[in-house]
């Protein structure tokens, strides 16, 4: 079975956030290896046009008995800003080993991910890349134009992101990526 496959199956095929049903498709939860949430296009947040409201979601997905929904919960909540939702990350009870999964790969202080163009970065925006970038080790080249979703801050390391291109999970210079 394909990741899209055993994740409708986990989640009855409807989002592991809000329940919905449509344009559902996988976002990574780095940094374990093909762990993955279903999402619906709202709760991917793609355009960052996502009401405050539609978040409270969160608090009945915080529930969730999957540790990649529990990680993936408790790091929107964390970019939210509002009072409810640190309420609601502070409550949410994660067993040490998940806890330190939410809490890797998320930026150390002071460190700031720009684009190329100056723009400040956030764990899971969708990015597009400026230029065709050869991938060392995987064989092929990533193309100018190719959208990087759901990417993942290299904590200790402002330059650098991750992302899946190609299937591939790659780490990509800030510098040539600009942001969607």
């Known amino acids: 079975m394909s990741l899209i496959d055993d994740l409708m199956t986990r989640a009855g095929g409807v989002c592991e956030f809000c329940g919905d049903a449509t344009d559902l498709a996988p976002v ?16 991917r947040d793609e355009e960052g046009s996502t009401a405050e409201g539609h978040w409270r ?4 997905a ?6 990649a929904v529990q990680v993936a919960v408790w790091r929107k909540l964390g970019q939210i800003e509002a009072p409810w939702a640190a309420e609601a990350r502070e409550n949410i009870a ?3 080993a998940t806890q330190a999964w939410a809490e890797a790969g998320q930026p150390l202080p002071g460190v700031v991910h720009k684009d190329s163009n100056g723009v400040v970065l956030a764990q899971g925006d969708t990015v597009v890349l400026i ?4 991938v060392k080790g995987a064989g092929f080249t990533a193309k100018r134009g190719t959208a990087v979703r759901g990417i993942s801050l290299v904590a ?9 291109v190609e299937g591939q999970r790659i780490v990509i210079l ?4 600009k942001k969607k």
């Not at 800030?174 to 990526?177: D, N, R, S, Y």
């Open 62 to 67: 915080a529930w969730s008995g999957v540790p």
């Open 174 to 177: 800030t510098e040539f990526v």
């Open 131 to 134: 230029k065709d970038l050869p």
């Open 156 to 164: 200790e390391n402002a330059g650098h992101i991750e992302g899946r």
């Open 57 to 60: 979601c969160l608090e009945g």
């Open 94 to 96: 994660l067993d040490a």
């Open 28 to 43: 990574d939860v780095p940094p374990g290896e093909d762990e993955a949430v279903l999402l619906c296009a709202a709760c």
